[in-house]
């Protein structure tokens, strides 16, 4: 019983919990979809019910990451058994919690606003752009807004960043980008 309440797994090697950043990617990918499936109803359709499941599911699936074990979430489940014959990529566990941590505030900042109060307005919109945007650049871009502000908070202790974005000090050639690309991206 003492594995079911941690954060992180110990893997040789490294100082501090991990986490897979597979698993966590893939699982970001399919709360982004089903996050936005739900916001496009809302938008479209002006029925909130299926974002008010959906909102109970996010805050019940983020309170689970942080507060028992990762592991147990119900949307890593499905992240994990999508990546399970990858080799894994680690990442440390304290910044993802400091992440998680925020999208558990949006969660139930949502919740008491659209299951609680009923409450349908700018702020939900807000809200929901927000939570869509981190999604979104988390599994598309491998960026992490969140980890970004905890290396801001606590510039010393983040080890294994997502990315490898601390280590990162010169860009090798084959990341720059040429002014030719660039007119190209923009027209």
């Given at each position: ?9 110990a ?5 501090v ?54 592991t ?52 939900n ?35 294994y ?27």
């Amino acid at each position: 019983m003492q594995n079911i309440f941690r954060f992180g797994e110990a893997v040789a090697g490294y100082e501090v919990p991990v986490l897979n950043e597979r698993e966590v990617r893939a699982a970001a990918g399919i709360l982004f979809f089903c996050a936005l499936v739900s916001f496009i109803n809302s938008w479209l359709l002006g029925n909130f019910r299926l974002t008010q499941t959906f909102g109970i599911a996010f805050l019940i699936d983020f309170a689970i990451r942080i507060l028992v074990n990762p592991t147990f979430a119900p949307g890593m489940i499905p992240g994990r058994l999508a990546v399970r014959n990858r080799a894994p990529e680690y990442v440390g566990a304290p910044q993802k919690r400091f992440a998680w941590a925020v999208a558990f505030a949006l969660a139930a900042f949502m919740f008491h606003l659209i299951v609680i109060n009923n409450a349908i307005g700018p702020i939900n919109l807000i809200v929901c752009a927000t939570c869509l945007t981190l999604l979104f650049f988390e599994s598309a871009f491998w960026i992490y807004l969140a980890c970004k502000g905890y290396n801001l908070l606590f510039p010393d202790v983040s080890k294994y960043c997502p990315g490898g974005i601390r280590g990162v000090s010169e860009r090798p050639a084959i990341q720059k980008i040429s002014s030719v690309q660039s007119n190209v991206a923009l027209a």
